[in-house]
């Protein structure tokens, strides 16, 4: 059974720094694209970055560029996102997914871990 | 900057059909998007229906079907069930990076 577990979210202070991670098991997650999507509190989803079987490539939205990035461990079945610089408007439920082949986004999806950013 | 359009809300029957579309700011919606459809209950994390445009997951259900539509992408639910309201969302590809579309909140009434 596919399972993706986010950890890392609390409460930061604005301008400051969190690191969150997703453990994954139940498939090999050395062979599938993984992403992560973030919710902000009664609004819709946003595509926030993606990362490669190997993470040799990445892709993020153009508005997080440089204050955020994705990252992987295949020993640990772990994918990561360092969050820095952050705002009022991070704050939000952050989702790991997994992708499948042939352009297939999100087909499994972790519950969230929820990062609130304020003072 | 780049924004994917649906519908803000729809209200079907029970046993009605619905199709929800999903149309892009840089002009027509193609294959070469790679449309996906999620589905969102509230509290819960999305749970994906649809992938490259049409292609179904294990588990979606029989009445949930992807197409093309005129220049937009579309989700048609035949047959609707009191347990497919949620929100809707779709998801296109721009050269490596997705968007999500607003959402469609879907209403069974």
């Known amino acids: 059974e596919v399972q993706l577990v986010e950890s890392g979210g609390g409460l930061v202070q604005p301008g400051g720094s969190l690191r969150l991670s997703c453990a994954a098991s139940g498939f090999t997650f050395s062979s599938y694209w993984m992403t992560w999507v973030r919710q902000a509190p009664g609004k819709g989803l946003e595509w926030v970055a993606n990362i490669k079987q190997d993470g040799s490539g990445q892709y993020y939205v153009d508005s997080l560029k440089g204050r955020f990035t994705i990252s992987r461990d295949n020993a640990k079945n772990s994918l990561y996102l360092q969050m820095n610089s952050l705002r009022a408007e991070d704050t939000a439920v952050y989702f790991c997914?997994?992708?499948?082949?042939?352009?297939?986004?999100?087909?499994?999806w972790g519950q969230g871990t929820l990062v609130t950013v304020s003072s | 900057q780049t924004v994917v359009t649906q519908e803000p809300s729809l209200t079907v029957s029970p046993g009605g059909t619905v199709t929800l579309t999903c149309a892009s700011s840089?002009?027509?919606?193609?294959?070469?998007?790679?449309p996906n459809w999620f589905q969102q209950k509230p509290g819960q994390a999305p749970r994906a229906l649809i992938y490259r445009t049409s292609n179904k997951h294990s588990w979606t259900p029989a009445r949930f079907s992807g197409s093309l539509l005129g220049d937009k992408a579309a989700l048609t639910l035949s047959g609707v069930q009191p347990e497919d309201e949620a929100e809707y969302y779709c998801?296109?590809?721009?050269?490596?990076?997705?968007?999500f579309g607003g959402g469609t909140k879907l209403t069974v009434l």
């Open positions: 997914a997994r992708g499948d082949s042939g352009y297939c986004e999100g087909a499994y």
């Open positions: 840089t002009g027509a919606v193609t294959s070469g998007y790679y």
């Open positions: 998801l296109l590809h721009y050269a490596g990076a997705w968007v």
